[in-house]
């Protein structure tokens, strides 16, 4: 298991940008499937972005070419860079890691979860 810790999180204005961070303890990290989603109370937590182990990423359609995940397993950390943020991007999102041989956008996929950190986009 890895334990996940999310930070970054805050109130921004539509078209202004976050920098979301997960910090995770525990030896598997740089064997982890690394991946972002969202949740609101509408909304059912969806997939946003994920990373290999190699460094390859994976979008939704809806915030491909916005947001770029990242990963630096020196430091045992997974970003979120979000640019041109819409208010249909307000929601809680959270980190999540997968011990399995493939990427998947399922959160069942997923083991070990953070909090969560709230992001909002004002109009």
């Known amino acids: 298991q890895v334990q996940l810790v999310e930070s970054g999180g805050g109130l921004v204005q539509a078209g202004g940008s976050l920098r979301l961070s997960c910090a995770a303890s525990?030896?598997?990290?740089?064997?982890?499937?690394m991946g972002w989603f969202r949740q609101t109370p509408d909304v059912e937590r969806e997939f946003v972005a994920a990373?290999?182990?190699?460094?390859?990423?994976y979008y939704a359609d809806s915030v491909k070419g916005r947001f770029t995940i990242s990963r630096d397993n020196a430091k045992n950390t997974v970003y979120l860079q979000m640019n041109s943020l819409k208010p249909e991007d307000t929601a809680r999102y959270y980190c999540?890691?997968?011990?399995?041989?493939?990427?998947?956008?399922?959160?069942?996929?997923?083991?070990?979860w953070g909090q969560g950190t709230q992001v909002t986009v004002s109009s």
């Open positions: 999540a890691a997968s011990s399995l041989s493939f990427v998947t956008t399922k959160p069942s996929m997923f083991g070990s």
């Open positions: 525990g030896r598997t990290f740089s064997s982890s499937i």
């Open positions: 990373v290999s182990r190699t460094g390859n990423t």
